[in-house]
């Protein structure tokens, strides 16, 4: 590119500036990078340079350290090499016996570690624990301290009121550092490995009834599902522990690298792993409460964390072995540590091979070929891929936004594009198949998405034609409901005439039900001359085309109303209609062309949610509704618009959370299906989803709000009851005054405010249960209800019909609604559930009994 | 985790030529921002495909979402020429961006997303010589999901697709022509406990007025910089 002259004075912004890195820098980064082209190889070298290091510095060596372990788990095992090899060190010029390298490296690296646990870092801590636990197998930490380091994660599980986060992460530290540490404490007699054990399984035991609720595979007939294709992450380690138990850990060579031990075996005395207590989990001090007195913060990762599974175990491994165990959790850190660049995270992904132990994957394409390992020679890319699925599918939330996955795999199709390309088109067909055999509604929303995101980044290139003998399903089964959806968000990354192209001739069909034979374009009910009410509609039209003032066109409004008043029964209903689609119409060029049409009416739209015309009032819900069903009705070929359209109302506070929540029950089918149902499927939780989701971020938003401003109060009452008792020496007691002073006008009505946040958030919860009453618990649900839940009728699910999978698909999001939001659900379990289980009729039958069932889990009430 | 790889979440070296503003205040600003340049979008893509992609970074259980997306369009023919701004709500939601969505794909192209100082009035405009981008102007390349080939070509080009061509044809180039999007909640507009009126709150700002970071800075020529 040009460079021009006159740009000249900004040209200090791009220059580099010149960086020196000093000997101890270099010394770190020699560290962090150590291995990258041999581990082995460069063992020795770099052992020696750290020891000809001068001036000495031990605090450098061992951040470079801390670094390494945190930050590249698969290189653990060959950091441990490093420091079992600096054993043999001592620093320059040090006296005969003094204390080697590698010693005062470890002495200072634990207190390190003692900082991760303080700050509850879980993932250092336990790689620490890693690391450690290689040690001990090095005999370069005593055997006794290092089970004793384990025993207490074990204890965190004995702890009362436990969250299932700081269960997990804790009996993950202890297991984990158990797999890797096992062939030296079994060796002590005096040690008990099933101690350990028998905590981790009594945890385990536990959260059954929680489990139930996030397999990734649904049988709503039974509690204890026993499922081929999903594994719960503690469950795959306790059972890979039990196997390593079995053979005395005979199997931790074969899972793990131990590059130390071809050192000669430490002889000296080993280091003691002081004692290490877990602190108690971090309560949050704002503790803001609601007006009755709820915790209105939620709490997060409360569930079991399960992992879909999709290929055999000649694959990929199977994780509740100990090497497929070790491989599982190797990649999940490395793609929730490189989450920050996806680009570097794909890489390290392909190259991972070279941290196992040799045998453990096929090798590559063109690579030297070697004698396969029995019971190994997994598919790298294939095991990658289910990796990455399984960790993007945990319900009820994944650790990232699904987008970083989908870009992810992105990545590493780029780079690899002939060896992965494959193993995508794999991973589709299998979750394709899990389709029929009751994969979860929400992962195969997720499916869908990333379906449609990864195909745009493709060329849209599928071989939908593999999928045209599944047309034969009744359209509302998930394989048919899947291509719909999937096509539906295809188009809205590219657009109508590109998809339709892409697919097969069979699929294009109006009657095929994939997509629409017409591109998903607005339409305007008052547009025909034929329409009763054309000539008043282009009235409006024309006057909001012309850009008239918002209080002209509420004065042609009202003139409007009275001349239709004699021969319109519902007149406000026709004027909300005629009113909003014509705005919707002005504003259907371009989202930003709706925002123009909008904010310029806001006033006249706020009139009409409250049921008026020229005069502003409460809250109207009946008008709100036709406000609503308006826009569904205009949109009603592009649900896509719809989202957008309602987002902007709720962002507008045209309508409420619950406003739409409520019309998402009782009126979304109505006009996006043409009948009403008592059914709820994707697209009405993709709108249940905005609606909760804008209310609890602005109990969420408010709350910050509040806390900066208590902040500021107490900042300034603590100045003045400084300056007063600087100046006047004056008892501070005498003064209560100054302390109250405290809350500000604006800490006032922002509290104000949160209380009126947490109230409607309330609402939009409480309207949501007694909707799935409403459509699953009441006397008068269909049969199908029942029917659906039993064994008989699943093992029956070939010949179901679009009812019985509508009903199933509706149970499916309850459940999926009752754990995702299970946060504020259980702070709020008293006030939302006594109201909507008033309606729910005493008698039982097992329909209703699931319904309970899955809500006192959600909320934590075992035994309701 | 800057240890070992760079995060991609870091402000890149895209920077507003003319601007006037230091190097501090500008990162300053940036550390802040909800707003993105999204660069070599196809002069077709719609305000629509964009919102899809850019709303799988949103946020809107933390208070987030799309705020408002400005499409970039060219001075003279107000059509589209290959840019556009997306503010969201938050900045952590333009920091996803970064991370997930600038170098993949969007209506088959790659596409590039910056942190910007924020967006105000007329920077809609591209400001080439011919009312496009400057990078349009320098092109030799045939390329069409932009046009066909160089500015001159670009006329020519225009009445293929008539309709994307004429969506813009009311823009206007005065302020606040351009929506705000909707700012945040106000208990002022939630008629349901409205029972008097009460003086507006010393904290809240006008609507649409919040998350713009009000920089003094000059329009950003958004190519001649990047290299």
Known sequence: MSYHGRRRHHRDDYERRETYETPDQKLKKNIIHYGEVDPVQELPRLADQIAEHTPANISIITEAFRIGVTEQPYKIPFYAALLRLLHDRSLPEAPPGSTSIGRQVLEDYWKGFQGFVDRQAWRESRLCVHFFAHLTVARVISVQSMYELLQSFTRVLEELNLSHGRASKAALCAAEGLMIAGPAIKEDPSLSVSDILTALQGYIDSTRQERTLVQPLVQLFTDTPVLEHAEEWLDCAVAALQTLNGSDFAQTADSYPQPYLSSPPWTEEPFHLPGVLVPPEAMDLEGLQTESGEDAQPQKEEWPQCYVRLFDKDLSPDPTTPAGFAIRSALIDIIDIFEVNRKECARLLLEYPKWTVPGTFKPRPGAPAQDPVPEKDWQLEITILETILGASFVLPEATFKAIYYIALITELCKSSPQTVGPAVGKSIRKLYALLSDGLDVEVAHRFAEWFAVHMSNFGFQWVWKEWVPDLVLVPQHPKRAFMRRAVEFEIRLSYHDRIMRILPEAMREGDAGVISVEAPGPDYEYDEPTNQYHESAQSVLNLIRGRAKPDDVMAHLESLRNTLMETTENVDTVLRSITVQSLLHIGSRSFSHFLNAIERYLPLLRNLAAGHISTSGNANPEARTDIMSAVATFWRHSRHMILIVFDKLMQYQIVDPTDVVAWTFTHCSKVTDGKPKSTFNAFQWDLLKAALDKANGRVMMQRRKVAVLRKEADEKAAKAIAGESATMEVDAEARPDVIPAGESPQLTSAIKAFTMLTREQKSALARTLEGFVEYLAVDSVSPKVLEVTTEHAWHNRANWEDEDWETWETWCWYRHWCRMYSPYLRSYKETIGAVAFDKVPTTTNPAIELFRKTWSITTGQHDL | ?227
Request: a negative charge; proline letters at 4%.
């Open chain 2, 1 to 227: 985790m800057a240890h070992i790889v760079a995060s991609l979440d870091q402000p890149s070296n895209y920077k507003d030529s003319q601007s006037r503003i230091d190097r501090q205040t500008q990162a300053e600003i940036l550390a802040r921002s909800t707003t993105l340049y999204v660069g070599n979008l196809s002069f077709y893509t719609t305000e629509e495909q964009i919102y899809e992609l850019f709303s799988k970074c949103t946020t809107p259980e933390d208070g987030g979402g799309i705020k408002r997306i400005i499409m970039g369009l060219d001075r003279n023919t107000r059509t589209p020429c290959g840019f556009c701004f997306v503010e969201y709500y938050t900045h952590a939601e333009a920091l996803a961006c970064l991370r997930y969505i600038s170098g993949t794909k969007l209506d088959e192209r790659i596409i590039r997303c910056d942190l910007d100082v924020g967006y105000k009035d007329g920077r809609q405009f591209g400001r080439g010589k011919s009312g496009g981008q400057v990078r349009d102007e320098h092109r030799q390349d045939y390329d069409p999901g932009r046009g066909g080939w160089g500015a001159q070509a670009q006329r020519m080009e225009a009445e293929r697709r008539r309709e994307v061509e004429e969506r813009y044809q009311d823009a206007q180039n005065v302020p606040g022509a351009v929506a705000g999007g909707g700012g945040d909640w106000k208990a002022e507009h939630s008629q349901t406990t409205t029972t008097l009126k009460r003086g507006r709150s010393p904290e809240e700002e006008p609507e649409g007025g919040r998350g713009e970071p009000r920089a003094r800075v000059d329009e950003p020529d958004h190519d001649a910089n990047r290299m």
